[in-house]
Structures are given as structure tokens and as C-alpha cells.
């Protein structure tokens, strides 16, 4: 229990990636934890508690996706009421908003594995189990993702860091 506690944050900043809202990523978050507590039997012992949990929220969004495209009635939040906050004029805060808006823009999958990799520090092989598609594809959606984030941030997509993994 104390190490599926401590997997929280991480569980919610993966939640956000995937809600985009952070009141759904929340729930997206107990809901996913309520059906690891109730279905903890089925962890297997000496495998990562970490990939088993973000494949339970990854699961259980992809559930509520479905759930939310056969339901005909549209929700309007009160975040779609609000207006955009003021910028930051500060130089580091507006990298970030650009950064962010880059990282918006991003196919859903890439943003996914960015989460897992960049962010959570997760390994090629627990986001490949984390996500259901091979190692492979991990890299490939990893390596789009780094490439678009530079050509948006104006940088030459084709230098790479050289401690890239």
C-alpha cells in the first residue's frame, strides 16, 4: 500500500497528460487506484508496482474514452468559462508556455510517452508494457516527439544532445 501511495504524484501528472483536465485526472487517478486496491492480487511479485499502476490509469482512460464517445451529452466545464490566464512576462515563464503549447500540440501518443519517459523517468520497456505497444514504438513516438519539440521551440531537429538516451 505505502508504495502504490507514493506512486500519486506521478500517477496524477500522467493522469493530466491523458484528461487534460485536472478534476478528471483526479478522478481518472481514485478510480484507477480503487480498482488496483480491489484487484491487487492480480500484481505480480518482483515486476514494477510503477508500470502496473500507470497501465491501470492508461486502461481505465481508455475505458472512460469509450464510455464518454458512446454517451450523446456534451459537458461544458467551468474551466471552458474561464478566460485564458495573462502570460508571464518573465523570459524563463514564456519558454515554458512555449514549451507547453509545443508540447500540446503533439499527437496524444507522443505526449503519452513523453510522460512516461522524459517526465516519469520510466524505462523503453515499462512504458512499452504502460502503453501495450512494443519497445519499438516507444522509441519511435519518443524520438517524433523530441524532434517536433525542437523544430517548435526553433531549434534544428536533426541536433541531437549528445546524452540522449
Known amino acids: 500500500m505505502a508504495e502504490m501511495t507514493g506512486e500519486i504524484p506521478r500517477l496524477r501528472r500522467f493522469a493530466r497528460v491523458l484528461a487534460r483536465d485536472p478534476d478528471r ?4 487517478v481514485q478510480e484507477a487506484l480503487t480498482r488496483a486496491i480491489s484487484r491487487i492480487e492480480t500484481f505480480q511479485p ?3 508496482m510503477r508500470a502496473w499502476l500507470f497501465t491501470i490509469v492508461h486502461n481505465t482512460h481508455i475505458s472512460a474514452a469509450r464510455r464518454h464517445a458512446r454517451s450523446p451529452i ?3 466545464t467551468d474551466l471552458d468559462l474561464v478566460p485564458a490566464p495573462v502570460a ?3 523570459e524563463s515563464g514564456l519558454a515554458m508556455r512555449d514549451l ?3 508540447f500540446a500540440a503533439l499527437p496524444e501518443n507522443q505526449q503519452q510517452v513523453m510522460m512516461l519517459v522524459a517526465v516519469e523517468g520510466m524505462d523503453y520497456a515499462d512504458a512499452a ?3 501495450e505497444v512494443p519497445v519499438g514504438t516507444v522509441r519511435s513516438r519518443l524520438s517524433r516527439a523530441r524532434d ?4 517548435a521551440l526553433g531549434e534544428d531537429p536533426r541536433a541531437r544532445p549528445a546524452e540522449a538516451p
Do not use: H, K, N
Request: zero cysteines.
Open 148 to 151: 517536433a519539440l525542437r523544430a
Open 25 to 28: 485526472a483526479d478522478d481518472l
Open 46 to 48: 518482483g515486476t514494477s
Open 100 to 102: 507547453a503549447s509545443a
Open 74 to 76: 456534451s459537458e461544458v
Open 129 to 131: 508494457r504502460v502503453l
Open 88 to 90: 508571464p512576462r518573465q
